[in-house]
């Protein structure tokens, strides 16, 4: 069955300090995995994009890797800031039944 | 380019009632995909389409139902409105979902039912 799992549920973390998001998925075959952002009201907004072949993947302060052979994949955010509050949800895709499957989510939160 | 639209921005009913949303998706993008999202909770899939046609269908009760036109704007119908259809409603576009394109969302329709 095609699933994707995140962790933590929620996070709080101090202002300046990183921290590093979960996402564990049995799509297969794999496609792509994307990171995406959402803000409180709105639609989420696409952070990353990783493939088969990639390890590694930076957008300014977050940094996305990929495991292929263990089916997981991280999100690392460096110096949080208190804009980067939000949620942040993994979303696998598989070519093979042509699906998109979305995780739940980490809500993050960032205290000053 | 000008992003997702979604109208109306909020939305307040009584229960009973039914509801018409509206996306217009980015120009050129064929695929709009439908999502609820309540308090806390992820996003949950309710159907997409891809050149007028239902390509796939969440686990959502036929109370809610959607159309794609020609030049692939879409709307999606709640009828028989319950409290439990408070929401946040958002649409995406892509040139493909289910081939792992980006997806572009709107800004959403909060539904509130009283």
């Known amino acids: 069955k095609n699933q994707v799992e995140q962790s933590p549920q929620s996070l709080i973390i101090l202002e300046g300090k990183n921290c590093t998001l979960q996402?564990?998925?049995?799509?297969?075959?794999?496609?792509?995995l994307r990171w995406y952002k959402q803000d409180t009201g709105r639609g989420p907004v696409s952070l990353t994009i990783?493939?088969?072949?990639?390890n590694t993947k930076s957008n300014g302060r977050y940094t996305a890797t990929l495991d292929a052979d263990t089916k997981q994949s991280s999100l690392h955010i460096t110096a949080s800031q208190l804009s980067d509050s939000a949620s942040y949800i993994c979303?696998?895709?598989?070519?093979?039944?042509?699906?998109?499957?979305f995780g739940a989510g980490t809500r993050l939160f960032v205290k000053a | 380019k000008a992003g997702v639209t979604q109208t109306p921005r909020y939305l307040i009913k009584t229960r009973g009632q039914q509801v018409t949303l509206s996306c217009s998706p980015i120009?050129?993008?064929?695929?709009v995909s439908w999502y609820q999202q309540t308090p806390g909770q992820g996003l949950q899939f309710l159907f997409e389409?891809?050149?007028?046609?239902?390509?796939n269908k969440g686990n959502f009760p036929g109370r809610f139902s959607g159309r794609q036109f020609s030049n692939s704007r879409s709307e999606m119908n709640v009828s028989t409105l319950e409290l439990g259809d408070s929401a946040l409603y958002l649409c995406?576009?892509?040139?493909?979902?289910?081939?792992?394109?980006?997806?572009?969302f709107g800004s959403g329709t909060q539904l509130s039912v009283l």
């Open positions: 996402c564990n998925y049995t799509v297969s075959p794999f496609s792509n």
């Open positions: 995406a576009s892509s040139l493909d979902r289910d081939r792992g394109e980006k997806l572009f």
């Open positions: 389409y891809f050149s007028e046609t239902q390509r």
């Open positions: 120009s050129g993008h064929r695929s």
């Open positions: 979303v696998v895709s598989n070519t093979g039944g042509f699906k998109t499957i």
């Open positions: 990783m493939t088969f072949s990639e």
